[in-house]
């Protein structure tokens, strides 16, 4: 099998800074993006049948494959040090003479942006690896990106689907509502290991009974709440301003740090409980839109104090939650109780 393969270095590094997205940041910043590490990861799971990877040169593809044993490759793209949108579409326009069978990239909502206004009209595989990805092409972690590859080598191609690309300004206000745009759509495989739809916008809606009966149980030990309109809205019955889209940490039911930073979150989960709510449609707990928790603080904190909240509203449609924890090496519990209400909860089946 002919797959083109790239990757954008600076996808996921808004992470460590603390930003929506990764596609302001300059690159000279992002010398441990989650990009390059999961370009590793996805390359190492793959089981060589003759494949033959058309890539960029350095940091964009190279850097990678002669770092995986057992790999043919060639380099069709000479990219700049200091990659861009330009030399993503370069890439495609050099891929694209090849007829390669499938591309695979690795990055996020940005890079699947480029990806689809280029026009790319062939099968995707877009290993996640970008700050937010609530696009509707991402399978639901790096481990499932590369086993859909290596069915596609042994069984050929299954039915395809059209799967929506969206994506939201990574300079916006954190603190303020954002609209998603519509980008366009990529052709993924149609495997239950991609989430069919993308992250439901919501117009700030809430359930009292829900956030009521949770705000009123909060006692004075240390609580992280999460993004989202659920959680906030907990804050906001305790007289609180929360960051609609970051973390904030509420000690004795005070706002403690406001948009805390992946480190503020590590220093604090020794004995805190973390609050978090699905991502709407697509029921992911984490590892979309919330990458700030990462492996070794979901070690620290342990499921057992993880706590799920959300509205009946939130919850029509879900048959599963979701979890992309790179790294992570624990035990994740088969099912997850999902508090609904004052005494009320939802078991629901957890998939990663």
Not at 15 to 24: L, V
Not at 110 to 137: H, L, N
Not at 193 to 201: G, L, M, R, T, Y
Request: hydrophobic share 40%.
């Amino acid at each position: 099998m002919k797959a083109a393969f790239f990757v954008n270095p600076r996808a996921g590094c808004g992470i460590r800074y603390n930003m929506i997205g990764s596609d302001t940041i300059d690159i000279s910043r992002c010398g441990q993006s989650e990009s390059k590490s999961l370009a590793l990861s996805f390359l190492s799971l793959i089981r060589n049948y003759n494949d033959e990877f058309l890539t960029a040169s350095g940091a964009m593809g190279e850097d990678y494959l002669e770092k995986t044993p057992g790999l043919r490759y060639s380099v069709i793209y000479s990219a700049d040090d200091k990659t861009d949108s330009s030399d993503t579409e370069n890439f495609l326009e050099a891929a694209k003479a090849e007829k390669p069978d499938v591309l695979v990239f690795v990055g996020g909502d940005g890079t699947a942006s480029v990806v689809c206004q280029y026009g790319w009209d062939g099968p995707v595989i877009a290993v996640p690896a970008g700050t937010k990805m609530f696009s509707s092409v991402f399978p639901v972690n790096v481990k499932r990106a590369a086993e859909i590859f290596n069915s596609l080598k042994r069984h050929g191609y299954p039915n395809l689907r059209w799967g929506e690309v969206v994506d939201i300004d990574d300079d916006r206000d954190k603190e303020k509502q954002f609209k998603m745009r519509l980008m366009g759509y990529l052709k993924v495989p149609d495997s239950e290991n991609i989430i069919p739809v993308s992250k439901a916008e919501t117009d700030g809606e809430t359930e009292d009974e829900v956030i009521g009966c949770f705000a009123s149980s909060l006692d004075s030990g240390t609580y992280i709440l999460g993004p989202g309109n659920t959680t906030k809205a907990i804050m906001s019955e305790i007289g609180l301003k929360g960051t609609v889209h970051g973390f904030d940490i509420v000690i004795g039911k005070s706002l403690a740090i406001k948009d805390a930073s992946r480190e503020d979150i590590l220093a604090n989960a020794g004995e805190a409980r973390l609050v978090l709510s699905p991502l709407g449609k697509q029921g992911f707990i984490l590892g979309r839109g919330n990458r700030q928790v990462d492996a070794p603080i979901v070690e620290k904190i342990g499921f057992n104090r993880i706590i799920v909240l959300a509205t009946h509203r939130k919850l029509e449609g879900l048959e599963a939650l979701y979890f992309d924890i790179p790294g992570y090496r624990g035990a994740i519990p088969e099912f997850l109780k999902v508090i609904t209400g004052c005494g009320r909860f939802k078991l629901l089946r957890t998939k990663f």
